[in-house]
Nanobody, 120 residues
Framework: QVQLVESGGGLVQPGGSLRLSCAAS????????MGWYRQAPGKERELVAS???????NYADSVKGRCTISRDNAKNTVSLQMNSLKPEDTAVYYC??????????????WGAGTLVTVSS
C-alpha cells in the first residue's frame, strides 16, 4: 500500500510564502514524475508543477517565477515553495506521483490534499 502525505498548508496573507511537502511511503520500488495539483472551489483540478526523476521541472503559467518544485529521490519526497502568494492561489493542493511497487505496475497516486488559503 502506498501513501502520499502532504503537509505545510495553511492561512497566509497576500504576498506571503508557504512551503508544501509530500512524502511517499509504502512498498515503493521506484517513482517517476512527481507533482502538485490544485483545485479551487468550483473549478477543475489543475497542474501547478511537476518534476521528473532527474529534476526537470514544469510549471503552470500562473505560478511561473513564484513557485519552485523540488524532490529528494532518496527520501521519496517532493516539495513546493510558493512565494508572492495571491488570493487566486487559494485552493486545496494535492500531491501526485507515478509509482512502481512490489505488487503493482506503474500507478498514479494522490495525496488527500492540503488547504492553502491566501487572505488578509
Amino acid at each position: 500500500q502506498v501513501q502520499l502525505v502532504e503537509s505545510g498548508g495553511g492561512l497566509v496573507q497576500p504576498g506571503g510564502s508557504l512551503r508544501l511537502s509530500c512524502a511517499a511511503s509504502g512498498s515503493i520500488l521506484s517513482i517517476r514524475a512527481m507533482g502538485w495539483y490544485r483545485q479551487a472551489p468550483g473549478k477543475e483540478r489543475e497542474l501547478v508543477a511537476s518534476i521528473t526523476t532527474v529534476g526537470v521541472a514544469n510549471y503552470a503559467d500562473s505560478v511561473k517565477g513564484r513557485c519552485t518544485i523540488s524532490r529528494d529521490n532518496a527520501k521519496n519526497t517532493v516539495s513546493l515553495q510558493m512565494n508572492s502568494l495571491k488570493p487566486e492561489d487559494t485552493a486545496v493542493y494535492y500531491c501526485n506521483a507515478d509509482i512502481l511497487t512490489r505488487l503493482t505496475r506503474w500507478t498514479e497516486y494522490w495525496g488527500a490534499g492540503t488547504l492553502v488559503t491566501v487572505s488578509s
